[in-house]
């Protein structure tokens, strides 16, 4: 179908999805780990619903029949994903029917159906429900005088089905499961708990009383939650993305989930309220939503989760503290790499922030925020530095997806506290990780810049794998205040000496260097490590290089449209991907030739897709000490060892799992914690 040189994007994200199934059902995998897993898959379909299957139906809905790179129309990629999807939900359910609920049970955990609660455990679920479920529900009646309710995105509901004894009227009825209540009702037993619907459901008569319960059946919606905003267009953008967001929970229903045994009448007033096709059902044999298991996930259970590996500080770091030197004195010795979760956000990005705001001699703070967490020390320090007297900027991002809200308040709060709020650049979304201090020293003013792989956020810092890179050389400085000067102010094309940018050249300098290691035939080496890659241009020149005899190797994690391995395309091309413990989130390039004949390595926020090189402000820098270099070599290597464990891609498209010998994150930390110096 199409053109076979590349694999449709959307796919390849349901690959990547399969790729964190296959982890959830393996054996080897700590048990809660495994329910882990298993949550992330339903959390990443949610996610796949709202943004990239909205996309297409959206698409349909115009008549665009523009076909994908891969020659595939949005008509058959929908058609294509239903199928996928359906079978994965199916593999995902007889995981916890056939594995994931017994072994739950041998160790002594239990998610029961109300029938198999004992008399002790109703009675305290009952308390439960009367005392904090009942006061919050609204059931919502359907007939002439009360219209269809809206149904909101990702919310889980029962249809009801009640029946008036006195004229033996027929009703629907929809209750809303309370948000903010456990999805996962302890039953005051020890580690055994009831689904929240299921408590709901016994005690319906509360809701309904003097009306008999013909049924009552599970259903969940999934809307279309992209913002539509032309920011081009609007006068305030906050105020333009506030409205947005209010319109999101109206967005266009795209998916509906059902239980396998919900009648055909209700499903037919579900399809036909929704103005859905029974295209758009999903059903379920076990329950909906697999992400209440991030519930049973967090039990204090140490014998069935991961070994602890608690992140160690930097050891310039630590030697700095001891003699009370500061971070600035440190990164004025030489550049500081930071590999995160194995080394400490706190202790590192988050202190150079804090010592920064707290220093007198600071004259000024600016930084790219993208993705904060709900109470970030980083934005704190920053309105610390603010209120100070020092001149802070900050480049919130506020159409970062799904962290809109959060971002809108930030950008309220820091605006009151005297920071320089800004959005960035119209038609953009900043994703570069940025930040630049500027301190009077004895021999002038100094910069000192902060460039990362990933978000200023401590929350998935503990659990995404990041690096972070501060110098104060001068170049790298220079460029940082170009950034800084074209998101706040006016800039058509600033004149980077050390940075690559998107979308000013990102794409093209790439391009050139892969170009650039296809000219030294076999001795030429391309290594990129990846969230993902689906941009053409760039693939047409990993192609080119694999047929001139250059090595290929890609890590990529998510989506990836190139095809590894096809006889006469893409033979010296290997792609393979790393899922573990940590999200792999770092992206790391290097070019065996890249400077004067020396290895190039680069470091940054960007990905090799289109949203990437032509949508976002991104940035990579070179890491250029032998250290940090020798330093990135030994995680690449440690990912592509022959020995790790990993998916590869077949020439197919499909991905094997190699089991292997080793895990590639747990050498690389035991590596961190017995390195000092760097």
């Not at 004195?329 to 705001?357: G, K, N, Y």
């Amino acid at each position: 179908m199409g053109d076979e040189r590349y694999l449709n994007r959307e796919l390849s994200w349901l690959d990547f999805d399969e790729r964190v199934l296959v982890l959830a059902e393996e054996s080897a995998t700590p048990l809660l780990e495994r329910c882990r897993f298993a949550a992330i898959v339903s959390s990443n379909l949610d996610e796949f619903f709202q943004i990239r299957v909205a996309a297409l139906k959206d698409q349909v809905a115009a008549e665009v029949a523009t076909p994908s790179p891969d020659g595939r129309s949005p008509a058959q990629q929908l058609a294509e994903i239903a199928v996928r999807v359906r079978g994965m939900v199916a593999r995902q359910e007889r995981l916890w029917s056939d594995s994931l609920s017994p072994a739950l049970r041998g160790a002594g955990i239990e998610v029961l159906g109300w029938d198999a609660l004992s008399d002790g455990e109703r009675e305290t679920v009952g308390r439960v429900f009367d005392s904090r479920i009942f006061p919050v529900l609204t059931p919502l009646a359907v007939d002439p005088a009360h219209p269809f309710p809206y149904i909101s995105n990702l919310a889980l509901n029962l249809a009801v089905l009640v029946r008036d004894p006195t004229n033996d009227g027929r009703r629907f009825a929809r209750v809303k499961m309370p948000a903010n209540f456990a999805r996962v009702v302890p039953t005051g037993a020890a580690d055994r708990f009831v689904l929240l619907e299921e408590a709901v459901r016994a005690h319906l008569p509360r809701l309904f009383p003097g009306m008999e319960i013909e049924g009552s059946h599970v259903f969940r919606v999934t809307r279309n939650a992209d913002l539509s905003l032309d920011d081009e267009d609007a006068e305030d953008l906050l105020e333009a993305v506030e409205l947005e967001l209010r319109r999101r929970r109206f967005g266009r229903a795209v998916r509906l989930e059902v239980q396998d045994d919900v009648p055909d009448d209700v499903l037919r007033l579900l399809l036909d309220e929704l103005e859905l096709s029974r295209d758009d059902v999903v059903r379920h044999r076990t329950f909906l939503d697999f992400t209440a298991l991030n519930q049973i996930a967090v039990l204090d259970r140490p014998m069935h989760r991961h070994r602890p590996w608690p992140p160690v500080t930097a050891g310039r770091l630590v030697d700095a503290a001891e003699t009370g030197r500061s971070m600035f004195d440190v990164i004025r010795e030489r550049q500081l790499l930071v590999h995160h979760p194995f080394e400490s956000f706190s202790s590192s990005t988050e202190a150079f922030v804090a010592q920064a705001a707290a220093d007198p001699h600071v004259q000024s703070i600016k930084a790219t925020l993208y993705r904060t967490s709900g109470d970030s020390s980083i934005a704190r320090q920053l309105i610390a530095a603010a209120e100070s007297g020092k001149q802070v900027a900050a480049v919130l991002e506020l159409k970062a997806r799904f962290d809109e809200a959060r971002n809108v308040s930030w950008a309220k709060e820091l605006e009151l506290a005297g920071v320089h709020v800004t959005y960035g650049l119209v038609g953009l979304k900043t994703h570069a990780k940025c930040i630049l201090v500027v301190r009077n020293e004895a021999d002038g003013l100094r910069r000192y810049v902060h460039l990362g792989t990933g978000n200023y956020n401590s929350v998935t810092a503990r659990s995404y794998e990041d690096l972070g890179y501060f110098t104060c050389e001068d170049d790298v400085g220079a460029d940082a205040t170009e950034l800084f000067n074209s998101l706040t102010g006016y800039a058509r094309r600033p004149d980077y000496r050390t940075l690559i940018a998107a979308p000013q050249r990102l794409r093209r300098r790439i391009v050139e260097l892969i170009d650039g290691e296809a000219s030294h035939g076999s001795e030429g080496s391309v290594t990129l490590k990846l969230n993902s890659i689906s941009d053409s241009e760039v693939i047409e020149a990993l192609y080119r290089a694999a047929a001139a005899g250059a090595s290929v190797d890609l890590v990529v994690r998510g989506i990836c449209c190139l095809r590894a391995g096809v006889p006469g395309l893409s033979e010296g091309v290997r792609v393979r991907s790393i899922l573990g413990r940590y999200l792999e989130h770092s992206r790391i390039y290097r070019f065996g030739h890249g400077l004067d004949g020396e290895p190039l390595h680069l470091i940054g926020s960007a990905d090799l897709m289109g949203r990437n090189l032509d949508g976002r402000v991104e940035v990579l820098v070179p890491v250029t000490h032998p250290k940090h270099r020798a330093w990135l070599d030994r995680a690449l290597g440690y990912l592509l060892d022959a020995s790790a464990a990993r998916f590869e891609m077949r020439p197919d498209g499909t991905w094997e799992r190699i089991v292997g010998t080793s895990d590639a994150q747990q050498r690389l930390y035991e590596w961190v914690r017995n390195s000092q110096v760097k």
